[in-house]
């Protein structure tokens, strides 16, 4: 439900903007699409269990079934995957359109983008991946639990959070829904 929450308030933030967010808010890096070894619009649910085992839970996001949440808890991290699906498509078949990790409490996730930002970095790392132009609440460095978020070419949007000692312990990748 949480990454349901984070890409919802992403989609509302955004439409401040409009259909687009502007040139001026874009990262000008290569668009990011993994994260966790997923990747967003390409892998799939069977793709995720190859990784990470059979998931922990699933549970659909709309009555009518389309919209999917699986869940891994792994030693070091918690992973939830959302997928949009036709009515048709087979279990295990269905794209990937977010994914989320989460570090748990006390551990260090290895767990990266497909840039090489590992949880447990700073904002420097996503910086330099990413370049600087980025968004937050309050437009300032990410600390204090801050989240920042970086809008690519593609309309595809991660989302980082980070603790109160300002290492990224949360990435969200969602791609477009366009």
């Known amino acids: 439900m949480r990454i349901l929450a984070v890409a919802l308030l992403s989609f509302f933030a955004l ?28 892998s799939t649910v069977a793709d995720a269990e190859k990784l990470y085992g059979r998931t922990y839970k699933s549970k659909a996001l709309v009555e ?24 048709d498509r087979a279990v295990g078949k269905q794209i990937i359109y977010a994914v989320e990790i989460r570090q748990r409490a006390g551990k260090r996730s290895t767990a990266r983008t497909g840039a090489g930002v590992m949880m447990g970095e700073d904002l420097d790392s996503l910086v330099r991946a990413y370049g600087a132009r980025y968004m937050t609440r309050w437009r300032k460095l990410a600390t204090e639990s801050e989240v920042v978020t970086f809008i690519f070419s593609n309309e595809t949007e991660l989302s980082v959070g980070f603790s109160d000692e300002g290492t990224i312990t949360s990435m969200l990748l969602v791609e477009s829904q366009e």
């Open 15 to 42: 439409q401040a903007f409009a259909d687009h967010a502007p040139e001026w808010l874009m990262s000008k890096a290569k668009p990011e699409t993994t994260v966790a070894g997923i990747e967003v619009g390409v």
């Open 64 to 87: 009518d079934g389309t919209e999917t949440e699986y869940v891994w808890q792994l030693p070091l991290s918690e992973i939830h995957v959302t997928t949009m699906h036709p009515r």
